[in-house]
Structure formats: C-alpha cells, structure tokens
Nanobody, 116 residues
Framework: QVQLVESGGGLVQAGGSLRLSCATS????????MGWYRQAPGKQRDLVAS???????NYADSVKGRFTISRDNTKNTVYLQMNNLKPEDTAVYFC??????????WGQGTQVTVSS
C-alpha cells in the first residue's frame, strides 16, 4: 500500500513563505506524475502544481511565479515551495501520486493558513 505523508503546513502572514514536503513510502520513480492540490472550505479540490517523472513542472495560473514544485529522488520526496503567500492561498493542501498501473494515491492533507 502506497503512503504519502505531507508536512510543512502552518500559519503564516501574507507575504511569507512555507515549504511543503510529501514523502512517499515507495520509490518516487514508480509514479509517472506527482502533484499538489488544495481545497478551501466549500470549494472543490484544485490542482496547484504537478511534476512529471522527468521533472517537467506545471502550475496553476494563480501560483505561477510564486510557487515552485520540485522532487528529490534520493529522498523519495516532493516539495512545494510557496513564496509571497496570499490569504486566498489558505486551504488544505494534498499531495497526490499517479501510478500507471495502480491509479492515484492521496495524502491526508496539511493545513495552510495565510493571515492578512
């Protein structure tokens, strides 16, 4: 059973930074795509950023230039560096991993709260 464990969420003032981490229980190379999603209260879960096995990133327009997704293959971990945070970034952030044979997996989520 694949497990994804997120960490790094918390409370930060607007303009501040946080780095989220997502550690996988297996080799990160087994996933063709890894991503970060977020869900605010009463809203749907939306893609924030994703990164392919080859390292190609993709970002939602709302976070381009502020967030950076990266992966450390030696640590089986994916990161989301979030800079210049805004109150509208407040949400529960979820890590996801896609396997071509086993489907999608999700972490338990980590809360990010940005105060104005």
């Amino acid at each position: 059973q694949v497990q994804l464990v997120e960490s790094g969420g918390g409370l930060v003032q607007a303009g501040g930074s946080l780095r989220l981490s997502c550690a996988t229980s297996g080799s990160i190379f087994s996933f063709i795509l890894m991503g970060w999603y977020r869900q605010a209260p009463g809203k749907q879960r939306d893609l924030v950023a994703s990164i392919t096995r080859g390292g190609q990133p993709n970002y939602a327009d709302s976070v381009k230039g502020r967030f950076t997704i990266s992966r450390d293959n030696t640590k089986n971990t994916v990161y989301l560096q979030m800079n210049n945070l805004k109150p509208e970034d407040t949400a529960v952030y979820f890590c996801s991993a896609r396997s071509s044979s086993l489907g999608d997996f999700w972490g338990q989520g980590t809360q990010v709260t940005v105060s104005s």
